[in-house]
Structures are given as structure tokens and as C-alpha cells.
């Protein structure tokens, strides 16, 4: 029996779905920002359950494994191994990593069910359903492809819109056709079951509003969805592959009912092999739930609703919430080669260096980050190397050559002394306050800062010069708390660090410890941080280049003539509240209005653009940028120097024109 008088913690990471690999993308948004988390936990005292699993139902299982020839529960296993594995390459292991296909978890799914049914939350409903007459099935979720009914994205499952992010029955899809054999299906009637989400948005409402923890932009757009009016819900579904519903013959649970209580069906089987109460802990909890931007409606919606109907689970204190990561500003994408695995990238270079790039660019918000293989290579050797690693290496190497390894006794402080040593505990208390707010960019930005700070002492000091004892033993303390701050962002490398400190450091309650350092022996102190090669950074650039030249293809003149470009009149220009890039524009067309977002901020001001004529791409798939959907694209050029140009016509036409 574990002893858990001091405060819990249960960190949980978004369900990794049985269908691929992990890659950059998945590790900046989720499992890095929660390792990190963790590992700070751990140091500052707190007791921290770690938890994730792999997310194995759907119909995505189902078409994935019989394009392989397998059965379902063979084809998720082998990605359960794989995320695990390629995860432990980033330094990256939890406390327990559960399955959804098992019986602990069908059991606890199957509970929410039968108490959420029988608090009344949950009705039965006949519906119309797509049948497949050719494969002879119904055609539930992914098992029907068509376009998006509220923002036109074409090639969108018939459960969420992958580009607005909205949830929709699969029959307000437009253009329906069936994902196996692609043909157009019928409408067949079938009894479903219906979780009453609209009767959760006053409570919704007043969770979101009330939890001081969740992010403000995030809440906002949500809370205009309950504006909107939530909707009932369809949990059921026609297939044999999922957690079977009770007392239904071929019926399982919606993958999106019951994946999410994947968090608390894991914490309860580990407490479980653990001798703990399960449930008492988890009540008593703070709990955070790591997620990236595109399951939001998910975790601020159906998640906290169904805990809500159940009645006796804690909701989440956190949930932190992370964009997408772009690869040199292009979205990642399996099918078009353009995305970085894992297991790739470990294989060429150091997985502590990619732990510190992409904490270092990703932001606690819903804002793109962008993996630059140049910026990578510039961080680590110009700031995690030069800055930090090189002042502690000086004051390691100054100590061992010139102080017979050891850590001299200070003499009495001078003014540049003591200054120093706030700034040490300034740094401390301004580090500690960042990471309890889960701002982790900021937090290694403070690091560095600090660290240059403490090269500037070292160097006003010059104990080269002086053999000064006072910038040694101030410059190893400093050192030291360096290294802390970097544990959680550096793990492997820190631990290397302090088998040359010679001192016995946890990885939990360091922070409560005063090291002895007057007269501490330090190993003979070598390279831990090596610079990476330039040349391998320039061949990742010359395979991208590769890529993106194969990607891209000549397009016939019919398929020109399918985009639609037209003349615009701008009406209306407003800035958007929190985005440095962004205004929304109005736009008349002439038979119609539109709403148009574009990153125009920092090279137009809105009377520049206000009753004035420019060309528009009238018929993209339309997208939302910050929760504003944009329903058409403004067109520019761009030259030499990075000025943005935006296109007029020479002479005085009517709006509506089109662009032939």
C-alpha cells in the first residue's frame, strides 16, 4: 500500500487511436506537454499517476485491419507495442497504459451506460441510417465518406469534420458514398440510442465559466456552441466491433462515448494492482487531461456531460489544450509524405534535443506551431549549447583544474556577489510559478535568460584571472538550479549532468532538498552536449525539397477551370480579439455575403482594405481560424522581400465578376 498523504495528481494524455504510428505532430501537442508536467510534479513534491492507452474501436479499426487481412484485436495490439515503444524513445513511460479493448474497461463503459440510462439521460430513438446495398452493411461514422454540411470540406467521415472540427449525423453529409466500395448508399431505419446532451448546457455553462483552470480561448468558442443549441446525441452503433451495448444483439457503444472514459477505467485497474481505492483517489485528485486542439468539442462537451449524468466522478481540473504542429509551414500529412516519425528522427539525433526544440516552440494555446529544421539546429546550438551548457561546462572545468575538484568555501560576498545570489532565487521562484501555470515555452525562454545572466557574472568576475572562489561556488549553485529547471524538458542529459555534479538528486521532492556544496568533489567533468552537424540538418532540408517537388504536379486546364475566382468588395474590417495576424473581412459578392478571415494585420490597416475591390478563391473548402469560419480566400503576391501584395483588377468592375 502506497503512501498517498501527499497531494495527487492524475495526468492523463488524449487516447492514441490503433491506426499509425506516432509522430512530431502527437508528441508536441500531448504526451511531451504532459511528460514535462509530470516530471515537475514529481520534483516539487506531489504524488503523480501517469496515465494513457491506446483507443481500439471504430469503424477506422474495422476497414484498417480488413485491408490487412487481420482480425481487429490482432491489428490493435500491434500499435498498442508500437506508440509504446516509439514513445520510450522520447524519455516518454507511464504509469500505466491501458487497452479499451479489455474487460476492465468494456465493464466500467458499459456502468456509465446502464446508471447514465437509468438516471434518464439516455432514450431510445429509431433513426434512418446509410446501408451499403453492395457490401451489405450499415454505414455508420467512417464507414461513409462526403462532404462537411457547415463548412464544404470535401473527403469528411460521417461523424466530425476534420477541418471545422464540427460533429454531425453521417446523414447531413452532402455527397454521401460508402468508404469500402465507394458507392452511394440507401436509407435504412434502425432503433439508436440517444445521450441528452442538450439537457447538460445550463451545467455546461456554468462548469466552463466557474473552472478558472481552462483556457479563456478555448472556453469562448465553446460556450458559443452551447449558445448555439447542443444537440442529442447518437451512441450507438450497428457493428460488432466495440464495447457491446446491454442486452442489444450487434450493437456497440459510439467510440466517442466511451473512449474517454478510458481515463478512468486505467487509473481504477492500476489503483486496483496497486491495493489503493480507485475511485477516492481520483475524487480527490487534481486532474488534467492533455488533449490537442481537434478533440475539444469532446473533452469541454461529451466528456464533462457524461460525468455530469453519471453522477459520481470528478471532472477535470485542467485540460490543457495545444495547436497543430506544422512541418516548415505546411500541415502534416501522412499520405503526401510530409510529417517526421518518432522513430525517424530519434534514429538521426538526440532525443533530449527534440524534447527541448519542441517545448521550446509550442505555446499553452491552440495556436500552429512550426517545426523549421533550421531553427531546430539554431536553438540547440546557439541557445541550449552555447548559453547553458556552455556556462556550466566553464564552471565544472574552472572547478576541476584549478580547485582540485572540489566546490571552494566562499569568501565574504562583494556586491556583484550578492546579486547574484538573488538572482538565483529569483530565477527559482519566476520558474516555479511558469511551470505550476503549464507555460513550459515560457518557463525554457526564463532559463535561458537566467543562464546568459550567469555567464555575464562569470565573465565580469573572471575567475581565470582572480582564481576567485566566490564565482565558482556561486556559479555551481547556479548550475544546479539550472539543471533542475531543465529535468523535466532534458531528462537523460540532466542525469548525465549530475553524475558529474557528484550529488545524489531525485527525480521526486528534489526541490525540498539544501545540497551541501561548500567542499563537494565533482566528477572530471566532459562533453554531455554536443552540437548537431550541420549537414545532417541540410540533408533532412534536401529530402524535404524532394518531397515537396514530388508532391506537386502540373494540373490540367479542366482542372484549372474548377477553381472559382471572383471580384470582391470588402465591407466591413475587424480585428480579431487575441490573434496578432488575423482580420475578419465582409465581403459582398454581389448575390451573396461572405465572411472572410485573412492574415493581412501586419501589412494592411483596415481603412486600406475597407470599400475597396480585390480577387477572391470563392469555391475552397471553407475553414475556421481561431473558432471564425472563412468562407473564401483573398489572393496576394509576395516578393523578394516578404511584401505582400494583394490583387486588384486594372479597371473598375462590378462585384460578382469572375476571373476567367
Request: charged letters at 30%; one cysteine or more; aromatic letters at 14%.
Amino acid at each position: 500500500m502506497e503512501n498517498l498523504n501527499q497531494e495527487i495528481a492524475i495526468v492523463t494524455c488524449a487516447l492514441p487511436y490503433s491506426n499509425g504510428e506516432p509522430h512530431l505532430g502527437h508528441l508536441a501537442s500531448t504526451y511531451l506537454p504532459a511528460d514535462i508536467l509530470v516530471r515537475f510534479l514529481r520534483m516539487i513534491g506531489k504524488k503523480v499517476f501517469f496515465i494513457s492507452g491506446s483507443d481500439d474501436y471504430g469503424t477506422p479499426i474495422l476497414i484498417s485491419a480488413e485491408k490487412e487481412g487481420k482480425k481487429p484485436e490482432e491489428y490493435i495490439k500491434k500499435w498498442w507495442k508500437v506508440w509504446q515503444e516509439d514513445l520510450e524513445k522520447v524519455s516518454i513511460k507511464f504509469d500505466f497504459y491501458g487497452h479499451t479493448y479489455s474487460d476492465y474497461h468494456n465493464q466500467l463503459a458499459q456502468y456509465f451506460f446502464k446508471k447514465i440510462k437509468e438516471n434518464g439521460f439516455i432514450y431510445e430513438k429509431e433513426i434512418e441510417q446509410f446501408y451499403c446495398p453492395k457490401c451489405k452493411r450499415f454505414l455508420p461514422d467512417r464507414y461513409v465518406i462526403g462532404t462537411c454540411p457547415y463548412c464544404g470540406a470535401r473527403n469528411q467521415y460521417g461523424d466530425v469534420c476534420e477541418i471545422c472540427g464540427r460533429t454531425y449525423s453521417p446523414l447531413e453529409l452532402k455527397d454521401p458514398r460508402c468508404a469500402i466500395c465507394g458507392s452511394k448508399p440507401i436509407i435504412k431505419k434502425s432503433k439508436h440510442y440517444f445521450f441528452k446532451l442538450s439537457s447538460f448546457s445550463e451545467k455546461l455553462r456554468e462548469w466552463l465559466i466557474s473552472n478558472k483552470n481552462l483556457q479563456n480561448e478555448v472556453k469562448n468558442y465553446v460556450l458559443a456552441w452551447i449558445k448555439e443549441g447542443l444537440k442529442d446525441w447518437d451512441i450507438s452503433r450497428d457493428i460488432e466491433w466495440g464495447v457491446p451495448i446491454p442486452n442489444e444483439n450487434k450493437k456497440v457503444l459510439y467510440g466517442w462515448f466511451e473512449n474517454h472514459i478510458g481515463y478512468i477505467s486505467f487509473f481504477l485497474e492500476l489503483a486496483k494492482q496497486l491495493n489503493l481505492n480507485g475511485k477516492e483517489i481520483w475524487n480527490k485528485a487534481t486532474i488534467y487531461h492533455f488533449i490537442g486542439k481537434d478533440i475539444v468539442y469532446h473533452h469541454y462537451l461529451f466528456l464533462p456531460a457524461e460525468r455530469m449524468a453519471e453522477g459520481s466522478f470528478k471532472l477535470p481540473d485542467f485540460i490543457p489544450t495545444r495547436g497543430y504542429l506544422l512541418l516548415e509551414d505546411q500541415k502534416f500529412s501522412k499520405s503526401r509524405n510530409w510529417y517526421i516519425s518518432i522513430k525517424d528522427f530519434v534514429s538521426k539525433f538526440d532525443s533530449d534535443y527534440l524534447r527541448y526544440y519542441l517545448a521550446s516552440i509550442v505555446s499553452y494555446s491552440q495556436q500552429d506551431s512550426n517545426f523549421k529544421w533550421k531553427d531546430f539546429e539554431s536553438k540547440i546550438n546557439n541557445e541550449l549549447i552555447s548559453i547553458i551548457a556552455n556556462f556550466i561546462h566553464r564552471v565544472l572545468t574552472f572547478a576541476w583544474n584549478n580547485f582540485e575538484g572540489k566546490i571552494p568555501k566562499p569568501k565574504e560576498f562583494d556586491s556583484l556577489d550578492k546579486n547574484f545570489e538573488k538572482e538565483i532565487q529569483q530565477f527559482r521562484q519566476k520558474y516555479l510559478k511558469t511551470m505550476n501555470s503549464l507555460h513550459f515555452d515560457k518557463a525554457l525562454k526564463q532559463i535561458v535568460e537566467f543562464a546568459s545572466k550567469c555567464n555575464q557574472y562569470f565573465q565580469t568576475k573572471k575567475p581565470w584571472e582572480t582564481k576567485d572562489p566566490n564565482s565558482i561556488y556561486l556559479g555551481f549553485k547556479a548550475s544546479l538550479e539550472i539543471s533542475l529547471a531543465l529535468y523535466p524538458f532534458i531528462p537523460n542529459k540532466i542525469e548525465k549532468l549530475w553524475e558529474i555534479f557528484n550529488l545524489d538528486i531525485p527525480k521526486e521532492n528534489a526541490y525540498s532538498l539544501n545540497f551541501k556544496i561548500e567542499n563537494h568533489s565533482i566528477k572530471k567533468p566532459k562533453i554531455i552536449f554536443e552540437k548537431i552537424d550541420p549537414k545532417l540538418v541540410e540533408n533532412e532540408i534536401n529530402k524535404l525539397r524532394k518531397i515537396k517537388k514530388e508532391n506537386m504536379k502540373e494540373i490540367s486546364i479542366d482542372e484549372f477551370r474548377k477553381i472559382e475566382m471572383k471580384v470582391g468588395k470588402v465591407l466591413e474590417v475587424e480585428e480579431i480579439p487575441g490573434s496578432k495576424n488575423l482580420y475578419k473581412l465582409i465581403v459582398d459578392f454581389g448575390n451573396e455575403k461572405r465572411q472572410v478571415i485573412s492574415g493581412l494585420k501586419k501589412y494592411y490597416k483596415p481603412e486600406d482594405l475597407k470599400n475597396k475591390k480585390f480577387v477572391f478563391v470563392t469555391n475552397l473548402e471553407r475553414k475556421k481560424f481561431m473558432g471564425y469560419e472563412s468562407q473564401a480566400m483573398i489572393l496576394a503576391a509576395e516578393d523578394s522581400k516578404g511584401n505582400v501584395i494583394l490583387i486588384v483588377p486594372e479597371k473598375d468592375v462590378e462585384v460578382g465578376s469572375k476571373i476567367l
